[in-house]
């Protein structure tokens, strides 16, 4: 027989009904008088199509027990081939586990870089605002106040720089957070539907044919393939893991220099307005001795 009448599994139908084949012999148009091949539906319903390699089935009815098909019997290999994708399986679905929990904590650890750049912006905010009120103040400082101020200046922008190609990399690790999220959820899809597939694998076991089986090695291939592509998310997650550890790093030193360039503010405010005092002192004598 041919395409597509080998798939109609018709030994295993008539089994069904308790027939077994007896014979299996070629079909000739001329054993059967009066018979005419026609499509029946479609365009060319009323042609006639060629009858190729056409069988004729004989049947006869089975005594005693039936006996179990060929296609039915689960040999022990098949049976060792399918607890080992069962196997797989669980492993794949701890290791998807662990990177959900993986991916989770680096959630969190950016959750928390995020507050300390709010605080190192507002932090910023506040040193500006403060700076230009000296700057407003600067008319009546020395030479020597006006340099400290200009590398004060200078530190500030310096910091500002600093904040700014942190947060272009904190927006770097979200974008690969994002996409290594959206491929944890592929490879969740994909592990649900061998789950299924697997499922009806050992539903159809009994009638388990040689089409069956490359079926199998196919699901096993693809588990394969799904297994060496978490490896690979895994390996991506532990670099980003290290690019967040060095991103808090670098966070916390500039917190320290923002400390710094606070404290110094702080001092240059405190000479001002000393000088300022000494200043009035000065013109108080200077009027009292020009009286």
């Known amino acids: 027989m041919g395409q597509p009448y080998d798939k109609w599994q018709i030994e295993e139908l008539a089994f069904e009904f308790s027939l077994i084949i007896s014979e299996k012999v070629n079909f000739w148009k001329e054993d059967h008088q009066g018979y005419n091949q026609k499509r029946g539906d479609g365009k060319w319903c009323d042609k006639e199509f060629p009858l190729c390699n ?14 179990e098909p060929r296609s039915r019997k689960f040999t022990t290999v098949q049976r060792e081939s399918l607890h080992r994708l069962q196997e797989t399986l669980d492993a794949a679905t701890k290791l998807h586990q662990e990177k959900e929990q993986q991916l989770l904590m680096s959630q969190q650890q950016l959750i928390s870089i995020s507050e300390s750049l709010r605080s190192c912006k507002h932090a910023r905010r506040t040193l500006e605002r403060r700076l230009k009120e000296e700057q407003r ?6 030479t020597a106040q006006r340099e400290s101020l200009h590398s004060l200046q200078e530190s500030l ?10 947060e272009q990399q904190l927006l770097l690790s979200q974008k690969q957070l994002i996409s290594i999220s959206e491929s944890l959820r592929s490879c969740e899809h994909a592990r649900n539907t061998l789950e299924s597939r697997l499922e009806e694998e050992q539903h159809r076991s009994r009638k388990f044919t040689t089409a069956h089986r490359q079926s199998l090695h196919s699901l096993q ?6 297994t060496k592509l978490h490896q690979e998310k895994k390996h991506q997650l532990l670099l980003l893991r290290q ?12 917190e320290h220099v923002r ?3 606070q404290s110094r503010l702080e ?12 200043f009035w002192c000065m013109f108080i004598l ?5 009286i």
């Open 267 to 278: 001092e240059e405010q405190r000479c001002s307005r000393k000088f300022k005092f000494l």
């Open 137 to 142: 103040r600067s008319k009546e400082f020395t």
């Open 243 to 254: 690019e967040l550890i060095s991103t808090s790093e670098s966070l916390h030193s500039s």
């Open 54 to 67: 056409g069988c004729t089935f004989k049947f006869r009815v089975e005594r005693g027990e039936p006996e």
């Open 259 to 261: 400390n710094t360039l």
């Open 221 to 226: 291939e693809s588990l394969d393939v799904v």
């Open 157 to 166: 922008d310096v910091v500002t720089k600093l904040h700014q190609e942190k």
């Open 286 to 290: 200077f009027l009292k001795f020009c």
